[in-house]
């Protein structure tokens, strides 16, 4: 089982880059579980066509310890398992408290050895890394950690931090960063400063994702760009990203 995080800036892309990547893989026959570490639960979306879904901390809140995997665990798009964490209601309480309790929930099920998925993808919000947010880096979960950037000052930022978050838990053998993948905004400089980010971190640019207008639109038609536009060179820019890290990971 190969288990991946992603980190990054709000708003930088992750959760389009993720769904993207996961319908990818399941296209190449592989078994894929996506968890979305985010309060607001709107990791899956494009994944089930902007229907709701209840989070994690929401079902144990109504059921507590009636829950079930089936309540939690739901498939969508291309077969991809969904899991939304969730997070409490906004102004009460710590915003990771949602993805403890779902990564406790899963553990507790054993939903890895029931469901077996082949390829686990973590969608983390990457603005703050502590507590919650740094448990599939710091607990094992994930194997490798991949932070999304731009070359805009705020989103270098929060990769700056991410990274050393990952070079803390990385002594202490948990995971390693992966790589950085660029979600170019065309932004002046954005080369030379993703360039300079590399450097300080000690890491390098493993894929870059061009700007396309494609990916809003599918966006707002709440579909992965490999469904709204499989024919498309932004559905191909996925579909080499999942490729790239595929042979890595499978090479580790």
Known sequence: MIKLAFYGKG????????????????????????????????????????????????????????????????????????????????????????????????????????????????????????????????????????????????SIHAAMNIALAVETFQKRGYATLGGVIVNKRNVKKEKERIEQLCEDIHSQVISTLEYDPLIQEADEMHKTVLEAFPQSDAADRYRHLAQVLLESNQNE
């Open 11 to 154: 708003g930088i892309g992750k959760s389009t880059t993720v769904s993207n990547m996961a319908v990818a893989f399941a296209q190449m026959g592989y078994k894929v579980m996506q968890i979305g570490c985010d309060p607001k639960a709107d990791s899956t979306m494009n994944l089930r066509e902007g229907k709701e879904k209840q989070a994690v901390l929401d079902i144990l809140r109504e059921k507590n310890k009636e829950a079930t995997l089936e309540d939690v665990i739901t498939q969508g798009y291309a077969g991809v398992y969904l899991v939304e964490a969730g997070g409490p209601i906004p102004g009460l309480g710590c915003a990771g408290r949602g993805i403890i309790a779902a990564m406790e929930f899963l553990d507790e099920k054993k939903a890895y050895d029931i469901y077996q998925p082949d390829i686990v993808l973590f969608d983390v919000l990457g603005d703050v890394v502590c507590g919650g947010f740094s448990m599939p880096i710091r607990e094992g979960y994930a194997d490798q950690v991949y932070i999304l950037t731009s070359g805009e000052a705020m």
